[in-house]
Every structure is written in structure tokens, then in C-alpha cells.
């Protein structure tokens, strides 16, 4: 089988509740998202998503998507869509680094893989565990009640498990996990997550003034080495995400104790291929992980599905679909959340069929 023809799609994502606040005074209103379509000389097509939470985030933005697509894409025509690894290193000859560019293709190859073999892409990915998956919330930075009274909404419909955006004054922040925990039950999970907000000062204040709460750390600051020098000063169990980047750092992590629980973000590793290897080494190394990505639509939603359903649930701390905090729809077969809950597709591939009527024409093609 080969690569016929690559199209590329842009699409405006307006949130559900109009912005998405996080640390340092970050907010997005509208996500720009790229879809990509893969086609073969086998009529077969796949689909994949790529939507990076705006420019301020990680070291990706919307339009070095398609300004990276344009680069590799022409000299993937002729490629085998099922041969990942051969595939990848190919991306990787044609662009150095910038792993975000190239997920979607990657994503759209697993879906091509998966229809040609009859099969979902869970099932490609080391087969289906448990008959759903857990998701959490992220709730956006606001005033301390603003945020519990989002948690109690959310609980409502079938949450357990939420992440909740601090990384501003410390005092604040404190105010903010302890209203929220206060509103969940026992069972409940509740993860502080900074997105690298806090200064080793304030992140030393926030865990000491909130040691006696049932809470996670997330990320609390900007680099690594910060992150672990708050994580030796608490005995709060610790999640990695920011800093999560590659197999080296999952190595060094595990190796200095310096967290029990990491964020997979498919993008940001460059797709399902290179996700899967890494989650695969977190099992070997006894690490539970958070599976999601930057941000996205239905085909990002449904490519977390089929990574999280293929990982062994003890190992599966939660994940969540993007799909539910945006007002628009671009895709059919897409997972939808259930008592906050999702299952992957059973058909073949990711099980979804973009809108294209909602994506309109591609914004090039080759």
C-alpha cells in the first residue's frame, strides 16, 4: 500500500464555557486545529488532528502545523501508511524535532493500518482493557468558589477525577484546592496542576500549606530539576507533564524518584507510535499515566481513546476527551463521554468520519 495524496484541513474550536484559563494569566478562547487526511492507492483514507493549546504552552503553535506539514508531506507520497516505524523515520530525516508537525500524519497511518486490518486501533495497540475509560475535568482558572462551584457541575455529571489550574499567588492557589476539596468525596481525585506557574518558593509554600489535603502536584514549575527539588520537600504524590518529552526523561524521572504519575500527550511525542513506546516503558517501570494530548477535537478524542483503552487500566490514572469542551463537531464515530466515561470505537481504524462539510476545502493538499 502507498501515500497517494495528503490533505490538510484547518478548523476553529470555540470553547463550551468561552475561555480556558491555566497559570501565569494563559487563556484561550478559540483552538485552531489541523486535521489531516491520508490517502492510498488501496482507497483507503485515515484521518489525524493536531491542535497545539495556543502558542504559549509548549514549543508548538497552530500555524508551524501546517508550515511543518508543508515541508514533509510532499515527500511522503509513495510511503507505506503501514509501516510506522518506517514512516517515522522518515519524518524524522525530513524535519528535525518539531514532533508535533508530524503526529497527525502518524495518527492518520494508525487509522489507515487499523482499517486494512479489519481491526480497531486499541486492538493494533496491544488490545482493549476494560469496557470503558475514566476521564477527568480540567477546570479553569477562576476565583476559588468560581472553581468549586465548576467542580460540583461537573460532579453532577459523572466526574470523579479533576484537574484544577493553579499556578498563580500562592495563597490564592491554596484557597482554591482546599474550596474544591472540600465539595468532592473520599474516592474522588483531585490534581493541582500549575502547568510550571510557580516559582520554587511558591510551590514550597503551596505544598507545605496544603500537606493535610488529599491533593496530586502537577508541574509545578518550569523546569525539571525546580520540579524535583518540590517533589523531595512533599510527601504529595507528584505528576510530571510539561517536562515529559521524551523516553530519556521518563528514564531520568523514574530513576530519581521524581514522580509517580506522567502525562502522555500524543503530539507533543509525535504520535501514536512513538506514545506507545513510551507508554509501554512506563508499565516496565511501574509509572501510572495521565493519556490525552495538547488539545483537539474528535479525532484527537478519538486517538486518546484507543491509547488509553490499549493500556493496562492499574496504569491508566485518567484521561479525557477534548471533544466535550468545544462547541463544534468535526467528526462522526467519535467517542462521547457517558457518566464521565468514554469507550473507543469498535470498528476498524479510530472509527471516524470527518465532517467536511464543517472542515470545508483543505487548505493544500498534495
Known sequence: MKITAIKVYQSDLPLVEGAYAWSEGKSVSVFDTTVVRVETDAGLAGHGECCPLGPV???AYAGGVRAGLREIAPQLIGADPTAPGVLNRRMDYLLKGHPYVKSAIDVACWDIAGQAAGMPVC????????????LYRAISQRPPKEMAANVAGYRKEGYTRFQLKVGGAPDEDVARIRAVRATLDPGDVLVADANTGWLMHQAARVVK???????YIE?????????????????????????????????RAAADGGCDVVNLKISKLGGLTKTRQVRDLCISLGLAMTLEDTWGGDIVTAAIAH?????????????????????????????????GRMAASTAPGL????????????????
Open 209 to 215: 500549606a496544603v500537606g493535610d489535603v488529599d491533593v
Open 307 to 339: 491509547l488509553a483503552h490499549s493500556t493496562p487500566e492499574e496504569f491508566r490514572f485518567t484521561a479525557t476527551d477534548f471533544n466535550s469542551y468545544v462547541t463544534k463537531s468535526i467528526a462522526a464515530g467519535a467517542p462521547r463521554r457517558a457518566n
Open 351 to 366: 472509527g471516524v468520519q470527518p465532517d467536511f462539510d464543517v472542515l470545508g476545502d483543505p487548505v493544500f493538499a498534495v
Open 219 to 251: 508541574q509545578p514549575c518550569a523546569t525539571y530539576e525546580q520540579c524535583l527539588a518540590i517533589r523531595r520537600r512533599t510527601p504529595l504524590p507528584f505528576v510530571l507533564d510539561e517536562v515529559i518529552d521524551s523516553i530519556d526523561m521518563v528514564l
Open 123 to 134: 486492538q493494533l495497540l496491544g488490545g482493549r482493557y476494560g469496557a470503558d475509560v475514566v
Open 57 to 59: 504552552y509548549l514549543p
